[in-house]
C-alpha cells in the first residue's frame, strides 16, 4: 500500500524519448500511486499525440503555468536552454521536480537553496551511468581521482562544432581514437551532448575539479558506454555500462529513461533503495 493518503499528481514537461516514455510507465505501471494530470511541450502536438496513445483525457496543458498548477511534481524532459527556468517555475510554485538536464544544472547552487527555502524536492536520476550511489557515499570522506571514459560510435558526433575547428574528419577515422580529455567544464563545452553524465558525476562527488573526462570514438563502436572510475578514502570502484540507446532519441540511452522511471517510482512509494 502506498504511504500517501492519495495518489500524487504528475506533470511532464517535454514529451519526447523520456518523458514519453515516463508517461507510458506512470499509465501502465503506476496507477495505484500516482496520476498523470498534465502533459506540456513547446511542439504541442507530441502532447496531443502522446495524450491519444495513452487514451487520457484532457490533459494537455498550453503552457507551463498551466502545467504547474495541475501536478504536485513535475518531471523535466526537455532538451531546451531555458531549463533551469523551468525547474525555478517549478518551486516558486512550491512542486517537487524530478530534473533529467542535469548538464544545466552544473553550478546551480542557486536553484538547490531555492528547493530548500520553497520546501521542495528535487531529484536528480542516476540517467545513464552506475555508481551513483557509490560516488555519493564516497563523497562524505576524501575523493583523490575520477576518470570519465565515455565511448560512442562515430556518427554520435556528427556536426560537433569543436571537432570541425579541431580539423577532425571523423569519416578518416579507422581505429579508436581519443577526441577529447580534459575537465568537466570544457567537456561540457565542447561536447553539450554528453554532459548530463559529468554532471551527474561532479553535483554527485561534489569534486569536480577531480574528474578527467575522456572522449573515445571508433568505426567499432555500436553502443554508447560509460566507464567510471573513482579512488579515494573507501578505496577504489570501476562501473562500466554499454547502453542500448532509445530508438526515440538515438542520443538518450535506454537506461537514463529507465532510471527515471524508478526514481519516480520510488518517490511515489516512499522508498529509497541505495545510498
Ligand atoms: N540524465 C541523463 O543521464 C540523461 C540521459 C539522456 C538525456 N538526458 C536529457 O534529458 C532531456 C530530454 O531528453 P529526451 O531524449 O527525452 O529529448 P527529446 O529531444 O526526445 O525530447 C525533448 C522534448 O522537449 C521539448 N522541448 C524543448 N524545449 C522545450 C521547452 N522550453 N518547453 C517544453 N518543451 C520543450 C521538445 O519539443 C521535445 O519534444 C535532454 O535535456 C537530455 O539531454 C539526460
Known amino acids: 500500500m502506498s504511504y500517501r493518503k492519495r495518489r500524487l499528481k504528475i506533470g511532464i514537461v517535454?514529451?519526447?524519448?523520456?518523458?514519453g516514455g515516463i508517461a507510458r510507465y506512470i499509465s501502465k505501471e503506476l496507477k495505484k500511486d500516482c496520476q498523470l494530470t498534465g502533459l506540456y511541450d513547446i511542439q504541442y502536438g507530441r502532447v496531443e499525440k502522446l495524450r491519444r496513445e495513452l487514451s487520457a483525457g484532457p490533459i494537455g496543458r498550453n503552457s507551463l503555468t498551466a502545467l504547474l498548477k495541475s501536478c504536485d511534481l513535475m518531471i523535466e524532459a526537455v532538451n531546451a536552454n531555458s531549463t533551469r527556468e523551468i525547474v525555478r517555475e517549478a518551486f516558486l510554485h512550491k512542486r517537487n521536480v524530478i530534473a533529467m538536464s542535469v548538464g544545466k544544472l552544473l553550478d546551480a547552487q542557486d536553484l538547490f537553496?531555492?528547493?530548500?527555502r520553497r520546501g521542495c524536492r528535487l531529484l536528480?536520476?542516476?540517467g545513464a551511468i552506475a555508481g551513483i550511489d557509490a560516488i555519493k557515499s564516497a563523497s562524505i570522506a576524501r575523493i583523490r581521482k575520477i576518470n570519465l571514459t565515455t565511448?560512442?560510435?562515430?556518427?554520435?558526433?556528427?556536426n560537433n562544432p569543436y571537432?570541425?575547428?579541431?580539423?577532425?574528419?571523423?569519416?578518416?577515422?579507422k581505429k579508436e581514437t581519443v577526441l577529447f580529455k580534459g575537465n568537466v567544464d570544457s567537456a561540457i563545452k565542447f561536447f553539450p551532448q554528453n554532459i548530463n553524465v559529468a554532471a551527474t558525476?561532479?553535483?554527485a562527488s561534489q569534486a569536480k575539479d577531480k574528474i578527467t573526462v575522456c572522449i573515445m570514438t571508433s568505426p567499432k563502436y555500436k553502443n554508447n558506454s560509460h566507464e567510471i572510475e573513482i579512488v579515494g578514502d573507501f578505496g577504489r570502484i570501476v562501473t562500466r555500462t554499454d547502453n542500448v540507446v532509445s530508438p526515440e532519441n538515438p542520443r538518450t540511452s535506454y537506461l537514463a529513461i529507465l532510471s527515471g522511471m524508478q526514481t519516480l517510482k520510488q518517490f511515489c512509494q516512499g522508498t529509497g533503495i541505495g545510498t
Open 113 to 116: 537553496d531555492l528547493a530548500r
Open 201 to 203: 558525476i561532479a553535483i
Open 151 to 158: 565511448r560512442k560510435p562515430l556518427n554520435g558526433f556528427a
Open 163 to 173: 571537432l570541425t575547428r579541431k580539423g577532425i574528419d571523423l569519416a578518416a577515422i
Open 14 to 19: 517535454g514529451c519526447g524519448a523520456i518523458g
Open 124 to 126: 536528480i536520476p542516476s
